[in-house]
Nanobody
Framework: VQLVESGGGLAQAGGSLRLSCGASGRVMDIHTMGWYRQAPGKERELVADITNGGSTDYSDSVKGRLTISRDDAKSTVSLQMNSLKPEDTAVYYC?????????????????WGKGTLVTVSS
């Protein structure tokens, strides 16, 4: 699975940005897609994810401001970012989880995009 992000850039506090991620390859095997971010000097953290059944999970810090959506027909996942804050500044990474099942059991494989920078000025 290959992932390519787009849509990052510079926004003012209170503004909006929309991130998109296109998947290619064995997209039919993708179970969960999501967005992670990594700010300078910090660990990578989950922002939001969405399963192939449509269930979503959000970090407490973004609830009510960021919305994740998924279009399986187009193999894309998007992140609508509203009411942006300077602390949202980070590199945002697209993630896809593929569950592989063998006779020995199931395991998850994570795929990552290269990341897109979001900078929010105060």
């Amino acid at each position: 699975v290959q992932l390519v992000e787009s849509g990052g850039g510079l926004a003012q506090a209170g503004g909006s940005l929309r991130l998109s991620c296109g998947a290619s390859g064995r997209v039919m095997d993708i179970h969960t897609m999501g967005w992670y971010r990594q700010a300078p000097g910090k660990e990578r953290e989950l922002v939001a994810d969405i399963t192939n059944g449509g269930s979503t999970d959000y970090s407490d810090s973004v609830k009510g401001r960021l919305t994740i959506s998924r279009d399986d027909a187009k193999s894309t996942v998007s992140l609508q970012m509203n009411s942006l804050k300077p602390e949202d500044t980070a590199v945002y990474y697209c993630n896809a989880v593929v569950t592989v099942t063998t006779i020995e059991g199931s395991s998850n494989i994570n795929y990552w995009g290269k990341g897109t920078l979001v900078t929010v000025s105060s």
